[in-house]
């Protein structure tokens, strides 16, 4: 796929990004990461580099966890699909 110019704003301020990703699925990322600066300074009465720091923490907790959950989820499938296939007597892949 080819690589897009896709303009976002995040904090009030203009960003081009580049990316195979389509400028609407962009627009979303920025739109998430907007949200999630504003909820930390508005939650915190931290001066803005420390808010952005504890936003960004709060995003890496989210991305970790859900990728723990989509490990776990895999792990999980992989052993229905074997007994499965073990209760039908064949083989797995």
């Known amino acids: 796929m080819e690589k897009q110019k896709t ?3 995040v904090a009030g301020r203009e ?3 580049v990316s195979t990703e389509p400028p609407e699925y ?3 990322v920025a739109a998430y990461a907007d949200r ?3 909820e930390s300074s508005l939650s915190s ?3 803005r580099q420390q808010a952005d720091a504890l936003a960004a923490v709060n995003l890496a907790d989210e991305l970790l966890k859900a990728q723990d959950e989509n490990s776990r989820l895999r792990r999980e499938n992989r052993q229905l699909r074997e007994a499965l296939a073990k209760a039908e007597g064949r083989e797995t892949p």
């Open 36 to 38: 999630k600066l504003r």
């Open 26 to 28: 962009m627009q979303r």
């Open 15 to 17: 960003y081009t990004l």
């Open 7 to 9: 303009t976002v704003v």
């Open 45 to 47: 009465r931290l001066p």
